[in-house]
């Protein structure tokens, strides 16, 4: 019997959100256990005795009778949801009860009620982002520290105290309420499209990581697609943008693990299932008054996924696109991303007068690719000195060995001859962070 | 040709999800090996943790497990090899080292003299 791939990451954020909604969003630490617990015993008995019929109803089953035993021994010490007090207190009514909540068909609920639950505006974007991954990927600790490159202490705080906040509640979120849903519908974008992001130009080195962050942000989008309520136009939008984005994601680096650039990309690698899909939800995405950035920016990756070759992109749309994006989502890094394609519609000294005319620039004295933007665009003004400056600041920037030799690669082009340099497109694709 | 039942102690079987899914498929990778080379006699039997023990002529119940948990045996198998060195052999390709535990391996009593 094979296994799906990610088949126990999956699961997990299944029962763990199953679990809580029996034990009580004060209990989201024994849930947990017991998930782990079920997949513990999943490990022993499969190795020696090979993967059951239906593997997933066998982790399930597992797990509510692991929760069976808690509810009985905890009788009396709140073990379990209030609303649920009075079927889980009777011997009579608990497994029933607990056979009912965890049918098939209340688990997508469960799963949406977790996603909803973790992004509580009490806690920061990346504390969400962060608390989503634990719970509902099955990320531990060191993997949820690796993908934001913090430290596996600092991660593990920071989870111990966002779970204690949302310890505080009472319910873990009304997902039946259809006005709760639409008010925290946003939020939960958001916190997707940081988790895609994270995993497509983050700061992370263990590309494996990355790769799986996108994998995960898009398994949840789908989620929200899949609900009638959550699959607005921005939502499918977003889900878009991810399509389109993740289809270059085989092109993107290179077998000796380096990046290479969307100039360089060989097209005939980025994966056409996603492009479709994208483009499809694009179109339905289309519809209604409202647009939102995930809009212009799936607009922007569809360009690039229809152009034939990078010498054929249609560099006017794309500057037009990001006019737009100045309008609904104005921040430097958007005007740095329009600055590049203004360099590639009409050279780089109006690139560069663009980026001198930007008045918050200082707030990208961090970012690695303002750097490296201005370094291209000197270089390609005929300031190899000025390139350099830019090039060796990027490289003092960079946040992973990936990006380092991106950049090194780069500073080295500057000392030798032009041939080998691949212009201000090379950097293009790292264009996205927010 | 003799039998050698492999008692596996002290595997941790912790880490993330994915990661004790790489684990799993370690192991299904390395008994179908076994399988195919016709190595295995019994697949055994996983064993869980919790235990009891019946003690003494008043037969008391305590409750267990009555190992540490780096000590317990969490499942085992029997397979036939030439002699005890072939089975050692046999049992390093196991992924339970990665584990945190180790293979004991013990002849299985022969019934003909």
């Not at chain 1, 009778?65 to 649920?84: F, K, M, Y």
């Not at chain 1, 006019?323 to 989502?329: E, I």
């Not at chain 1, 080295?412 to 691949?422: E, K, L, N, V």
């Amino acid at each position: 019997m094979p296994l799906d791939d990610h088949l126990f990451r999956r699961e997990y954020g299944r029962l763990v959100s199953s679990l809580t909604r029996i034990f009580g969003v004060h209990n989201l630490g024994l849930a947990e256990d017991v998930a782990q617990e079920a997949f513990c015993r999943a490990l022993e008995a499969w190795s020696l005795r090979g993967v059951p019929e239906n593997p997933r109803a066998w982790l399930m089953a597992t797990a509510k009778n692991r929760a069976l035993d808690v509810i009985r021994r905890q009788r009396t010490a709140a073990g379990h949801a209030p609303e649920l007090e009075r079927v889980l207190l009777s011997e009579q009514t608990v497994e029933p009860a607990l056979d009912d909540l965890l049918l098939p068909g209340a688990l997508k609920d469960d799963l949406l009620r977790m996603m909803f639950a973790c992004c509580d505006p009490r806690l920061s974007e990346g504390t969400q982002v962060a608390l989503m991954l634990q719970i509902l990927c099955g990320f531990s600790v060191g993997e949820t520290a690796a993908a934001f490159m913090s430290h596996h202490a600092a991660m593990e705080k920071r989870l111990g105290r966002a779970k204690a906040v949302l310890a505080t509640s009472r319910h873990l979120f009304d997902i039946a309420s259809s006005l709760q849903v639409v008010r925290r519908l946003p939020a939960v974008q958001r916190a997707l499209y940081l988790m895609f992001n994270e995993g497509y130009h983050g700061a992370s080195a263990e590309t494996s990581i990355r790769a799986d962050l996108c994998q995960e942000a898009m398994r949840l989008t789908a989620l929200l697609l899949n609900d009638t309520r959550c699959a607005t136009p921005a939502t499918q939008a977003l889900g878009a943008m991810m399509c389109l984005h993740a289809a270059r994601l085989p092109a993107r680096v290179d077998d000796a693990g380096d990046l290479v650039a969307l100039s360089e990309q060989d097209r005939t690698r980025w994966d056409q299932t996603l492009v479709v899909d994208g483009l499809a939800l694009l179109e339905l995405a289309a519809t209604g008054p409202s647009l939102s950035g995930y809009h212009v920016e799936a607009a922007i990756a569809a360009i690039h996924a229809n152009a034939a070759d990078f010498e054929s992109t249609d560099w006017t749309a794309i500057v037009s696109l990001y006019d737009t994006l100045m309008r609904l989502q104005p921040s430097p890094i958007v005007a740095l991303n329009r600055a590049v394609a203004i360099a590639l519609r009409s050279g780089p000294a109006n690139a560069l007068a663009e980026i001198r005319a930007m008045r918050d620039r200082d707030r990208l004295s961090g970012y690695p690719f303002y750097f490296a933007a201005l370094g291209e665009l000197e270089y390609q003004s005929g300031n190899a000195e000025l390139a350099r400056t830019h090039f060796r600041q990027a490289l003092s920037l960079a946040r992973n060995p990936m990006e380092r030799r991106f950049y090194a690669r780069r500073l080295a082009a500057c000392d030798t001859d032009a041939a080998s340099f691949q212009g201000l497109e090379g950097i293009w694709d790292r264009a996205f962070e927010a | 040709m003799s039998e050698f039942a492999f008692l596996f102690r002290g595997r941790e079987p912790l880490g993330s999800a994915e990661q004790q899914q790489k684990t799993l498929e370690k192991w299904r990778a390395w008994m179908a090996e076994l399988q195919q080379r016709g190595l295995i006699t019994d697949p055994g039997l996983p064993l869980e943790d919790a235990a009891k023990r019946v003690v003494g002529p008043d037969r008391v119940v305590h409750d267990g497990p009555f190992a540490e948990i780096k000590d317990l045996v969490n499942g085992f198998i029997v397979v036939t090899a030439d002699d005890i060195d072939a089975a050692c052999e046999i049992a390093k390709g196991c992924p339970i080292f990665e584990q945190g535990g180790g293979v004991e391996i013990r002849p299985v009593a022969s019934m003909t003299p």
